[in-house]
């Protein structure tokens, strides 16, 4: 009887609290969003209100980084669900290009109060200032109306989270949000304070939501007490913090069963972190699903790349300046035209190509495989015709077998099918088997202490990561990658640095003055191999690249560039710290360019 009278106590017990335990979460993620939003919405009325009362600029600056993590707590939705209005709440204060209809949009948000309220509030700034929070507000009250109407599954939620988090890695702690006040630090732990709370809403009772709160609490402490911008960490960061949440992010979405989210995106949605080896589909950058990457593709493409039949006089193939050695770029200033002259511009790398949304300095073809065509097309590189090569093709038997093997679909061989192997051919050329990405993987041990500390610096103090954006290191923009951002850096025409370099870029195909010396962001994966540098091979060496951007780019040295985008302040880096950039540059290299 007294073992009867146990057993039913502890069943009571168990059914109020253990069943308790298990219950879904009394709000929904949405209601949670629409309570974030009233206090963001509240914090941004009382930074208007400071700002109107004329109080100091200690006040201001106070309420404004206050609001800002207040942004924070919401960001991971609003970029995931909304990202057209993010763009224009915290958004790089540079005007809004669209390329393909010539037009300009003028920047709103956040990082535009920064520059109204830093390092000088002047009183004139005041109207500006209000006028900024007055739009900041009118897009707070747009994503309540939103967030109210939209359907918000487990699975996008869990996938947002996960994106949240590369978001971190990527551009929260390299300081892209916040170029001046330099308060990313405490904003990336904040960032991360709200994922178990928000995946309670799908099973409060998953013991991985209590590993989670465990590491996001350490995460969030690391960042308070190493709240300096330049001195913090960031290796320990993501090897110790970042990392782990996402592996425990991707074991609770197998747990709950939950699919992976259908978007066409570079980065797939199956993945544990952002330096998982195949972390990233070249097929996201494809024109469709016809032009996919196969390896039978990619075997006829290398072949057609080293064949000189493709040049006009047939004495000419893309590796005539593409050197596989050198991750296939060709070591000089720039290469020699046909006719003997100089081409105007430098030989990029084909190494990662395939992961930007735009092709050559000058971004004027979107993809590789109009690229190809239009190489082998011009006057002075190749003189090619596709009409002609795809003639003689046809009489090859060798290719004849290749194609059918590649194409297996089409009873003969179509023009567009020379551009697309080619292309192929380059989609097979990343490795990611570099020092760094096995860092990143868990081997703690191959990267010396001076890599690590330019690691921290090309992600921190030096700002490299703010336009060479981890891990793919281009002007891809993550976590969507889905624009490819061009710059103007204000390069010089030769070593003295005394003039401007006289080639206007994208500013060539699209009439906007803000493009005027504008090129595409290059990779710096296996830059130690691809000497030498800048859109016109100015600089020789890494060395003299990192002194350059030290000095602030052009406008730095002191030459006109009135549009110039890249901050032309001096960095302050010591020689100490520009060798280790470079030392950590470096450690991008493909295993097969290892010395």
Known sequence: ????????????????????????????????LIIDFNKLNNDMLQFQKIVTANQSKAEIIAQFKKSRLAYKKVEWAVEYFMPETARFMNGPALDELELEENRAFE????????????????????????????????????????????????????????????????????????????????????????????LEKINKGSKIIFDLKKLTQKANQYCKENNDFNAFDRAVFITHYLNPISRKLKA????QQLKNVKKSSPLKASVATLFDKDAFNVNAFVLSE?????????????????????????????????????????GLQT?????????????????????????????????????????????????GSLKDIHAQILLNDVYTTLFKKAYPKTAETEAWQIQNAIASFLRSLNAFDSKFDLYMRGD???????????????????????CHFTPLFNGTVPPNYAKTEHEVIGTPNDASSKKISPDVGLYLY????????????????????????????????????????????????????????????????????EQAIVAFMKTLTDKKYQQ
């Open 252 to 255: 609770f979405q197998d747990e």
């Open 510 to 577: 699209n009439k906007l003055p803000q493009l005027v010396g504008a090129f595409k962001t290059p990779t710096v994966r296996n830059s130690n191999v691809t000497a030498p540098y800048m859109h016109n091979g100015v600089f020789k060496t890494l060395e003299e690249v990192v002194d350059f951007y030290n000095k602030g780019g052009g406008k730095g040295l002191g030459l006109k560039v009135d549009n110039q985008t890249l901050p032309f302040d001096e960095l302050n880096l010591t020689k100490i710290e």
């Open 107 to 198: 920047p709103h948000g956040f990082q535009v109060m920064e520059e109204l309220i830093y390092p000088e509030y002047r009183i004139q700034n005041k109207e500006d200032l209000i006028r900024e929070t007055t739009i900041f507000l009118s897009n707070i009250k747009q994503l309540k109306n939103t967030f109210e109407v939209i359907t918000m599954s487990d699975e996008y939620v869990l996938h947002a989270l996960q994106q949240n988090v590369f978001r971190v890695i990527s551009l929260g702690i390299t300081g892209f949000d916040s170029p001046l006040l330099q308060s990313s630090i405490p904003e990336a732990g904040e960032s991360l304070s709200g994922i178990p709370n928000t």
């Open 290 to 330: 016809g032009y996919n990457f196969t390896k039978e593709k990619a075997t006829l493409g290398e072949k057609l790349f080293y064949d000189t039949n493709l040049s006009k006089n047939n004495d000419r193939s893309c590796a005539t300046c593409h050197h596989p050695e050198k991750a296939f770029t060709d």
């Open 335 to 383: 290469n020699v035209a046909l006719n003997g002259s100089t081409l105007m511009r430098n030989t990029p790398t084909l190494t990662y190509s395939s992961l930007q949304n735009a092709q050559f300095w000058d971004m004027r073809q979107l993809d590789l495989e109009k690229q190809s065509l239009a190489v082998i097309e011009n006057k002075d590189e190749m003189h």
């Open 444 to 466: 703690e041990n191959i990267l010396s202490n001076q890599e690590i500390k330019g690691m921290n610096l090309f992600m921190g103090k030096a700002k490299c990561a703010t």
């Open 1 to 32: 009887m007294i073992q009867l009278k146990h057993y039913i106590s502890l069943l009571i017990f168990c059914t109020i609290f253990s069943c308790k335990e298990n219950q879904p979460s009394k709000t929904t993620v949405k209601q949670d």
